[in-house]
């Protein structure tokens, strides 16, 4: 919105590029949008929102020592996937005081994949979105066993065969449609608004808010987006008989999230045919997002994001292909 | 052949269009030839059949409405992945009515993932093939796992760390090569003709024939690779003391068979130095075949056809290096 | 230098290509080098001195009759891959009759590798390195579980889920830096020296030592580089706290070897800032190794050089978007 980019121009330059670098998890080159992300991460764990800080500077200053684009950092493109690294290490290794060397490391190391990213996918204009977070943190994460100086957090999941695992009976997925008592409100509530906050690892109802908030302020149709696959991400994975706990605590919800926001908004030209499209990509996400978790099993690693890097790269590189929807 | 193309082109463009795509399963874009493997496909049994035709179907349908090549519609290309998914998700995974949705499903996930592999590919001249069929398969048999809508059949292996598994003693290879009594005839012709039908995921003895028959109308350079690449999928891993079981099945010959056609007669200049080419393609399929079975079993996912398309895709990036080979 | 081209150029040409094919492993265009490294390989082991020489033989051979550019050829580009195929599978497997076939087969496997990665790589202009030996090999190797014809060496891990295996204490830390007897000073210049004999499988402080010989012949700064990394990889991993047993048998040095090699001396333009670059990318590369194991472990596989390879991409591709080191 107007209002919000005059004060964004109005923000010293070193603390815009910061801002944005957060705001930009969610696709949103904003510093005011930013920094409500920010508020929102301190509010909802002060270690979150210092790993968040200590990331996005670390992976911001590595780009500018790097010589990488003045225009990309500016644009606080350098930034999100920091801002990503720093909380996802604190929240699944123990917080120890190398984690935070680990972290910078880390950021650093996200910037230089980034860079390379982008030249690899220049030629067909897509983004490289967050898969450098994601695979860095992959990597960091699943070095730890070899090290001594770092253990993994009791979050991470204990490698080990994949089994079925979901526990909804029909009942419950009945219960989750028709019987509209106080509970099965606040579950839908509490799913689709942490499904939100999720997507920078926060367990909580009032940080989604403030994050859907936060892009509001830079563009509706994105807030729009971002609260259609939180919805899709719980009814999805509800009707497939998923596991009720995770749908409750947003764990489905933050991957669509992002999917549509992607091609509902950001990298498609705005209309009602994109917003079915990223409907349709919504829903392949929640598949993918569990398809992803089981082949990531044995070796006891997170989905993160990548379920949503994964749908969207198919979407937008096939959008190249389509009559109707060239981005 | 001629009289074959003058029927294809006698055909109602919307079945054309169908049968084609059933055809290019085996790089055939003739409708007489994809009639000709549907029958036989519900000669092998009603449900693969009638998964089959769900599959392309669907897939081509979801490319008109996203707008794909009306060129590659029409010659079938939007239509083979999914006359795949069909049979494969039937196969491996509970047959329960919520399966058809999930076929949908995934045929018109392999079709967005067709036109992103295409423009991703397509300034190396390199085709896409059966590549969207295996990665939206293993996502959607993968994914299972986590839904109780959904259960895996017994035919899927299951999860586990890979062990020494073969089973052939030196006597039985001999006996392959040597002793040709009536039993180890019918074992050679039933893994040959098999191997070709399993393909398509049939077991069966007259539905390989019927597809061999079916490329010959096409071309008798592709019906004498396919045999060949039959051959080779029966006599190479007897060699190399692989499982007796597997190969009489017919399930180390599917995926030479595929590279054989692709590098000895579609995708290269037909000569016999592409046939001397194909041979050696055709022989280190099984080879990684067998590495990628056992990759895979940690999360009990079978290889499809992924080792024919690593294979050809190496075969043919590697041809636009060659003063020999060039495609 | 100068001398030693002189000498490169008088060697008959069959020769001075096998030889230019060892020299490559370590970047070295140079026939005395890879003379030199042959020489190294045969003290180190007769059986691996051979099977390099096969490998090195195969996949030059193959490059020639499968019509590969001549200047590549002569510049020993398709021989350091099947220098290190033979090797590798001699190490990680069984030694029988067959194996021999068996490396010849893959040496020819990974000269259609090369090929490939090279066209694919051709538009960023970043090499595609040893990933083809690896590829090739870990194929191969994954593959024996299903061939009764082969088995799985003593020394492949046994295919598991990945658990904590680091066992140094703070104390066996601190020794390694302070506590400078005769036996910390041993183990320090062992983990060095053979850090770079790893690099082609030889657990030897004396083929370590003459390896450098080797590369310092063609370049001091490559020598530099080389000794650097090896540092590297013996106090980031002690630092960090890794098994101390590897740590001493050099098997996290050469990885950052080359990596450092790679980056400071032979793709970018030598200078003070990309040896400092360099030196990031050895320390990195040391937490993409201790990762990409992990993550092989429920398979058995080793990383062999690929975390040099995953590193060397990624600081390669982000280059060409930096303002100080293009490439």
Same mark, same amino acid.
């Given at each position: 919105? =107007? ?17 944005? =670098? ?44 790097? &010589? ?7 644009? =606080? ?8 690294? &720093? ?40 983004? +490289? ?19 001594? =100086? ?44 942490? &499904? ?45 008989? +998923? ?37 349709? +990509? ?46």
């Amino acid at each position: 919105m =107007g209002w919000s980019m005059a004060i964004d121009n109005a923000i010293p330059k070193p603390l815009r590029v910061i801002f944005r =670098g957060v705001g930009q998890v969610f696709f949103c080159c904003n510093a005011i949008t930013g920094l409500i992300f920010l508020i929102a991460l301190y509010i909802g764990g002060v270690t979150a929102g210092l790993a968040a800080t200590v990331g996005v500077i670390s992976s911001t200053v590595a780009a500018y020592l790097l &010589g990488f684009s003045d225009d990309d950092i500016e644009a =606080g493109l350098y930034g999100f996937n920091g801002t990503l690294v &720093g909380p996802c290490l604190l929240l699944f290794l123990e917080n120890t005081p190398q984690i935070w060397f680990y972290v910078v490391l880390a950021s650093i190391l996200s910037t230089v994949v980034l860079a390379a990213l982008m030249r690899i996918l220049q030629p067909y204009n897509v983004p +490289a979105s967050t898969s450098p977070f994601v695979l860095t943190c992959w990597m960091f994460m699943v070095a730890v066993y070899s090290f001594d =100086g770092f253990s993994r957090g009791a979050v991470l999941p204990a490698p080990g065969i994949p089994m079925d695992v979901a526990t909804t009976s029909v009942a419950t997925i009945e219960a989750w449609f028709t019987n509209f008592s106080q509970a099965t409100v606040e579950a839908w509530y509490t799913g689709i608004t942490k &499904g939100v906050g999720e997507v920078m690892f926060a367990d909580s109802v009032i940080v989604g808010i403030l994050f859907l908030v936060g892009i509001a302020i830079t563009s509706m149709r994105g807030a729009l987006m971002a609260l259609l696959g939180a919805i899709v991400g719980v009814v999805v994975p509800i009707l497939l008989g +998923a596991d009720k706990a995770l749908v409750e605590m947003g764990l489905y919800a933050f991957n669509p999230v992002l999917t549509m926001m992607a091609v509902g908004w950001v990298f498609l030209k705005p209309s009602n045919g994109t917003a079915l499209l990223a409907l349709l +990509a919504g829903v392949l996400t929640i598949i993918c997002q569990a398809g992803l978790a089981n082949f990531l099993a044995p070796i006891g690693l997170p989905t993160l994001t990548f379920p949503f890097v994964l749908v969207m790269w198919m979407f937008l590189f096939a959008a190249g292909k389509s009559k109707y929807w060239k981005s």
